[in-house]
């Protein structure tokens, strides 16, 4: 049974001139750590929104299954700023999940950040610390919307295996514009392209790589590249 | 900042002093209109002694009412930050009774209390707090939706925290607005005196109205400028300070 299943979604938002979905149809088979890629405005923000329960007002069917929690966060999200990013992580975080946080911090490289406060630091360093506080949270599904911009690339291949290897029973769906990102790390990803082109949605399978070394032949990623330029 | 301002209002006052007197001069004005400028500092020598003291009776009315004002005006505003049933009554009731003149309500009040030290509070306190109100109000009922998403989201988020990081992130222009809100203050008290009070330095531009002696009340523009201003000083000091430690 998919745990997202989309199905002849028509949205509009009300101050636009076009629709933004029509017919749109998906659906995402396991949990793991799947991809929603396509061009700037073509509505991967907005899906996301709907999938966490954040927009309504669309027609269609769009349901989640086996998974009450679902969390989005993306990368122009603050801290507040009267405390210490250390303090703040310390005070979202469920006792369960202390010892992941610890890990969490040294994997992404966060120790230096502890002890500012989060205006100051970088917007690699924001981004990392957003997407912390969400990890040590208690969710089903995590959709991380350009979580790790500005995040420099080898760092971002750490984080995104380190993802995985912690939470191999979660759900992620993460939108990016890196396309060999998405590519090598995804295990599946739902292209979606403008309204005019049907199907809108368009599911590839990526290589689903667990670690930072080149996995497999490069003609298989180069494969996937080709399929999801293709379906753009 | 001592000194900008008070040069500041040093230089209005002698302008408009001056654009006086040349009104006088220009349109041949008897001086029982106009008196001449030693007239002006005659009286000003006489009375700025008995002034200086209604200006400070008046000036500590009107700290007290700007206290209260601002006690007030953010507990209602705190109030009516969430998005209950009481918030839309408060912000609904705020929003109605502002748009009325309050100042017109003034001689009930003093009908009711007669015309000592609690009608002229209340009337100051009524004329500051609600322009108060509205900012504080409009303040925390505008989510930061950068910062507060993730604690709505996961389930964090509660009231206390929510006017937390609203106050937090508009300090500026809240510490802006007590600060503007001085004035406000003062102004509420001069009006009760004016009105209907028997002290502070609005009741002797009263009795110097009735007189129709002109240097009197020029005298008192004077010492009402000169207190407003180191009011408004100390005001910014303190808004600064607070500014300075919530941003540190």
């Known amino acids: ?232 | 900042m001592l000194r900008n301002r008070m040069v500041q209002f040093l230089l209005l006052y002698v302008l408009a002093l001056a654009g006086l007197l040349g009104l006088k001069y220009g349109l041949g004005l008897s001086d029982y209109i106009i008196p001449p400028f030693l007239e002006i500092c005659r009286t000003g020598l006489d009375v700025t002694p008995r002034y200086v003291a209604h200006v400070l009776n008046t000036l500590s009315i009107a700290i007290l009412g700007h206290a209260i004002s601002l006690l007030l005006a953010f507990a209602i505003g705190m109030l009516a930050a969430g998005k209950s049933a009481i918030a839309a009554l408060v912000k609904t009731a705020a929003y109605n009774v502002q748009s009325y003149p309050i100042v017109a309500v003034a001689p009930i009040i003093f009908i009711l209390l007669g015309d000592g030290l609690l009608s002229r509070l209340i009337i100051s306190v009524m004329i500051c707090y609600f322009p108060l109100l509205l900012t504080v109000m409009g303040v925390l009922s505008e989510p930061v939706e950068d910062i507060e998403h993730f604690y709505r989201m996961t389930g964090h988020i509660c009231w206390g925290l929510q006017v937390r990081v609203r106050m937090f992130e508009n300090i500026g222009k809240l510490t802006t607005v007590a600060v503007g809100s001085a004035t406000m203050a003062m102004v509420g008290t001069i009006v009760s005196e004016f009105i209907a009070s028997n002290a502070g330095i609005g009741y002797s531009i009263r009795v110097a109205l009735y007189q129709s002696d002109m240097a009197k009340i020029i005298t008192a523009l004077l010492w009402i400028g000169v207190a407003t201003s180191l009011y408004l000083i100390l005001v910014e000091w303190i808004g600064n300070l607070i500014h300075r430690r919530v941003a540190a």
């Open chain 1, 1 to 232: 049974m998919p745990i997202i299943r989309c199905r002849n979604l028509h949205y509009r938002y009300p101050e636009g001139d076009s629709p933004l979905f029509e017919n749109l149809q998906f659906e995402i088979r396991s949990r793991g750590f799947h991809a929603i890629f396509g061009h700037s405005g073509t509505g991967k923000t907005t899906l996301a929104r709907m999938i966490a329960g954040e927009l309504n007002g669309f027609e269609g069917n769009l349901v989640i299954e086996g998974a009450k929690t679902v969390f989005y966060t993306h990368n122009m999200e603050r801290l507040p700023g009267w405390a210490d990013v250390g303090e703040l992580l310390r005070t979202v975080t469920p006792t369960a999940a202390r010892n992941d946080l610890d890990r969490l911090i040294e994997t992404f490289g966060l120790q230096a950040c502890l002890h500012s406060r989060f205006a100051r630091l970088s917007l690699g360093q924001k981004n990392r610390v957003n997407l912390t506080r969400y990890l040590v949270q208690p969710f089903d599904i995590l959709i991380m919307d350009e979580s790790l911009a500005n995040v420099d690339e080898t760092t971002r291949s750490i984080i995104l295996t380190e993802i995985k290897s912690i939470y191999p029973d979660r759900c992620f769906l993460y939108i990016s514009h890196n396309m060999i990102e998405v590519s090598r790390y995804c295990r599946e990803i739902v292209v979606i392209r403008s309204p005019q082109k049907q199907p809108q949605a368009v599911c590839l399978t990526g290589m689903d790589a667990m670690s930072t070394d080149v996995v497999g032949p490069s003609t298989a990623l180069e494969q996937v590249l080709l399929e999801i330029a293709h379906a753009t």
